[in-house]
Structure formats: C-alpha cells, structure tokens
C-alpha cells in the first residue's frame, strides 16, 4: 500500500496520462488527460495569470504551465470520482466563484471602455465642483457645544430608532461659517 500523497499523486497522474483513450494531441490540443484535452489557448490563459520574468525559457513556462493544467485535471477527476462535486459545499463555493468571476470580468470590460478625459474635461469638472477643489475647507472640531435639554432622556437613542438623518452638507457648511465668522476667537493659526 503506498502511504506517501506525494507518491500517490506521481502514480495516479501517470496511470490517468498513459489512460487517455488512444487520443492523440494534434493541431491546438497540447495534451489529452483521460480522454479529456488541454488545449493551447488554456495553456496561454494560464499563462496570462502567471507573472513570467522577461528573458525566461517560454519553452519551459509553457510545460511548467501544462503541468499545472493536468495536475489540476487529475485531482479534479479525484475528487468527482469520489463524489465531491456533488456536495452542498462545492455547490455553494462552485456558485460564489462564478459570480465572482462574471463580476470581474463586467469590471475589466467596463473599465476597457472607459476613456481617458481630456484636459478640457477634466478643467470643467474642476470647475463645476468648487466645494472639491479651491473652495475646499477642512475643519478640525475640538468639540461640539450645545444646550442640554430639559429632558437629557432624549439623548439617549429609543430602541429600534438607530437611524441617522443625513444633513444637507451645504446648509452644514453655512452655519459653520456664519458660525465661524462671528466667532470673536478666531483661528489660532492665522
């Protein structure tokens, strides 16, 4: 009985390799697994992913890469065969990755099609958002004053009322300022 995974895979991927149904690889198949065939574009998809050095043996990162691609498909075939694939884990996870994936790729075809603007564009943007751009303020609060109220349960949050109202952040804006501006303490710094 072999006791070593390592050995055990070796042999297992030999026996599946010398299985392949008399099919040859021929024209764009670089391998055939089981009767199951490896093509180059997946061979050149893996690649893609693979971060290669300039200058490295393309040869040796195209068998390495195969390599992977039948290492994979047997242990893949493993796991089918004892039924992995049919479990509510692998369901669940084999769904995850693929909305993952289609999100990904929505995301990288999105973004193919956006263009760069131009100057032009870019200045109007600027100037149709002053409050981003030269009239941006920055405000540092030491602290917030205000009047206690006769009933300070108030301040106190009723159950299920965790909801924050947003304010407008010009109107914020002005009070601050017209605040700030009758403030006889002015900012220390200036």
């Given at each position: 009985m072999i006791k070593s995974p390592s050995?055990?895979?070796?042999?297992?991927?030999l026996a599946m390799s010398l299985a392949s149904c008399g099919k040859e690889a021929t024209g764009q198949v670089a391998a055939v697994v089981n009767g199951d065939e490896v093509t180059l574009q997946e061979i050149n998809a893996e690649l893609a992913g693979a971060n290669?050095?300039?200058?490295?043996?393309k040869e040796a990162a195209q068998q390495?890469?195969?390599?992977?691609?039948?290492?994979?498909?047997?242990?893949?075939?493993?796991?089918?065969?004892?039924?992995l694939d049919e479990t509510p884990e692998f369901i669940l996870r084999k769904r995850a990755l693929e909305e993952t994936l289609l999100a990904q790729m929505l995301a990288q075809k999105v973004q193919?099609?956006?263009?760069?603007?131009?100057?032009?564009?870019?200045d109007k943007y600027v100037a149709a958002n002053p409050a981003m751009f030269a009239e941006r303020v920055i405000y540092t609060a030491d602290r917030i004053q205000f009047t206690t109220p006769?009933?300070?349960?108030?301040?106190r949050a009723s159950p299920g009322s965790g909801r924050c109202r947003r304010a407008n952040p010009s109107s914020w804006r002005n009070a601050v300022r017209s605040r700030w501006r009758s403030s006889p303490a002015r900012d220390p710094r200036r």
């Open positions: 050995v055990l895979a070796a042999c297992t991927l290669i050095p300039e200058g490295a043996n390495a890469a195969l390599q992977r691609i039948i290492d994979r498909r047997v242990v893949a075939m493993a796991a089918r065969e004892e039924g193919q099609n956006l263009k760069v603007p131009d100057q032009a564009a870019i006769s009933d300070p349960n108030k301040l």
